[in-house]
């Protein structure tokens, strides 16, 4: 294990940032101590180790920080195949995720049809991804598990207490039969079981975390 | 040519564009070059990037790739040792994909914001936050990962040059037009910038400097305008 030994992880349970290096940790059977974060306050450790956005995860390697750009490694050989994972990564963290995220904040019966309409393109998008990059096998990386699966499936509890919060079904298995059955299939791979967070234990982080924002910012 | 012709969509005052062009300049890459006017997008482009509708897009034989830092990946994978851009270190490759997330996150919203900025608080503001990213920045080239070195990639541009160096080149443009004042203080950074436009690969793709500042002074008129 020479390379990779003394290899620490600076994180914390509820964080979808987190799961990724785990689960790429994991599946490359890498050991690695996790170092619970709670962020607040921000201990010296993160400070030192990522003085730019003082966030996790951080990945130290032998006391030295990696700078992570919370991808994992693991992309399929050919390079247009490359750019096709990169390209649907790009996609669930810099647009997907956050329309999920913001079907909570909608206040009207508009406002949620319209974040729900949102929410339901990109299923479907992805839906169809999964046949492009699959190609016919179990995960979007094809036979084995790769890098949109990851970066999907590290947004699978955070999926899953949104739903149990909004009331709306979004991995719907009628609607969207391939990415339902490829959700289950995540959250049952070794590498993801110890780290998946369960979703009411989540749910109840992520109501405490709401009553701290709205207690943090004026009434409007 | 390998695998197809490469095609290329775009905008001639993108730094997004602009970086794809500049790395397939300094590839020695040939390419059809296809100017869109974003107000009306020709319906080829809607079809290449149906997902986003941007560009740019580039088009190699039948097989689109959008996104400029997927692009930039693809060509370096797909021509590796014609003037590779990425390094092959692992700790340094992570250092650059930091970087180039830093730029695309922090420093280019921040320079939108200073374009945006209606009022003299909100240009504070936003002037407050690109010196915070610059002095980040500043730091990185003194003291962190690369420093001491003439670029990002060492003795010739790399990767995260052709990422952060566009971004700055239009820096320059937005603080002319938003007529902020940057002083001496990012000694670093200023003497990193002017080494990369300097670079005649870099003086050839780029358009005129004061063509950049016209462009984005009539971006932040049309801005103010619908504020």
Redesign the interface.
Known sequence: MGKYEDVKLLGDWPSPFSMKPRIALNLKKVDYELIVEKMNPKSELLLKSN??HKKIPVLL?RG?P??????PPILPAD??D??IA??WA??IDDKWAMQVRDINKANTDEERAAAAELIFAGVQ?LEEAFQTCGKGGNWFGGDNVGYVDITLGSYLAWIRVTEKMSGLKILDGDKFPQLAAWADRFCAEEAVKGVMPETDKLAEFAKTLMMKLKAASPAK | MDGGELKLYGMWASPYVLRVRLALKLKGLDYEYVEENLANKSAALLRLNPVHRKVPVLLHGDRPIAESAVILEYIDETWPRRFPLMPTDPRERAAVRFWCHFGSDKMFPSLIAILRSADEAQRAAAVGEVRENLKLLEDELREGFFRGRRFFGCEKLGFLDIVLGVDAHFLRGVTEVAEVDLGEDFPSFTSWLREFEAQPEVQEVLPPFDTIVDFLRGHRRRILAQA
Do not use: E
């Open positions: 003085p730019v390697h030295k990696v700078y992570m750009d919370f991808r390079p247009y490359r750019a990169r390209f790009a996609y998008l």
